[in-house]
C-alpha cells in the first residue's frame, strides 16, 4: 500500500511565477494537510482540506490556495512567488482511525 | 514563546550510549506525535502518546500530561539513528492539525 505520495520531488521557480504541488493521501485516509518548512526550523501549518473544502488555515497569505478532489488528492497553489517562499512543502494525510502519514515533500526553491 | 519547545536542539553522542530528548508543549493537547526526519525531507511517524509510555524497539517515549512533558529515548544508539527528531502536538481546540517543535539533529558517531 503505497503511503502519502508527492509531486514534483524537487521544483526551482522565479520570482513572480505561480506554482502548484500535488499530494496523493495514503488509502483510507481522508484528511489532507499541507505545512512549510523552511531550513533549520520545524514545519509550519498552512492549510488543511477535509470533504473538499478548507477546514483549517495557518497564518499564510492569501497568495496560498488549495484544492481537494473527490479522490481526496489535493493541489497547493502559490501565486507571486517570492525568495521567501523558498522551503520544503511537506503533505501529511490523515483519518481520525489511523492517525498521521507525511509524504517525502517538495522543496521548492525561488531564485 | 513557542507552544512546543524542544531541547537541546543539538545533541552528539557516541555508539552505544543512551540517548534523551524532551519536548514542553503549553496547551492543552489530545496526543502528542515524536517524528524522524532524514536528511532529503521524508517524515516518519514514530510514536503516537496521549498518556504513558510506549516502546518500539529501541525507541521508548513517554508522556506526562499533568506536567505537559514528554521525552524521546535511544537506547544503545548507533549511527543509522543519526536524524532529526521533532516533538509535534494536536491541540485540543484545533482537531487533527499539529503544532511542531524546531526539531533536535541528532548524530551519533561509530
Known amino acids: 500500500d503505497a503511503g502519502v505520495t508527492q509531486s514534483p520531488t524537487h521544483l526551482i521557480k522565479t520570482r513572480g511565477q505561480q506554482v502548484t504541488l500535488r499530494c496523493s493521501p495514503k488509502?483510507?485516509?481522508?484528511?489532507v494537510s499541507w505545512y512549510q518548512q523552511a531550513l533549520g526550523q520545524g514545519p509550519q501549518f498552512i492549510f488543511q482540506y477535509y470533504e473538499e473544502e478548507e477546514r483549517q488555515r495557518g497564518n499564510f497569505p492569501d497568495r496560498f490556495s488549495g484544492h481537494q478532489f473527490p479522490n481526496y488528492s489535493s493541489e497547493l497553489n502559490v501565486n507571486a512567488l517570492l525568495l521567501g517562499d523558498s522551503a520544503l512543502y511537506l503533505c501529511?494525510?490523515?483519518?481520525?482511525?489511523?492517525?498521521?502519514?507525511f509524504g517525502s515533500g517538495t522543496r521548492l526553491t525561488v531564485v | 514563546k513557542n507552544e512546543v519547545e524542544q531541547s537541546p536542539q543539538n545533541l552528539t553522542a557516541q555508539e552505544g550510549e543512551f540517548i534523551t530528548i524532551n519536548c514542553s508543549y503549553s496547551v492543552g493537547i489530545s496526543a502528542l506525535h515524536w517524528l524522524q526526519q532524514h536528511p532529503g525531507g521524508g517524515i516518519v511517524s514514530l510514536f503516537m502518546l496521549s498518556s504513558g509510555k510506549k516502546k518500539h524497539g529501541r525507541l521508548i517515549a513517554t508522556i506526562n500530561i499533568q506536567e505537559k512533558h514528554s521525552s524521546l529515548h535511544i537506547t544503545a544508539s548507533h549511527p543509522r539513528d543519526s536524524a532529526v527528531y521533532i516533538c509535534a502536538v494536536d491541540e485540543e481546540t484545533s482537531g487533527s492539525r499539529l503544532t511542531f517543535g524546531e526539531g533536535t539533529q541528532l548524530t551519533v558517531n561509530p
Open positions: 501529511a494525510s490523515s483519518s481520525w482511525i489511523y492517525g498521521y502519514t
Open positions: 488509502s483510507g485516509h481522508d484528511t
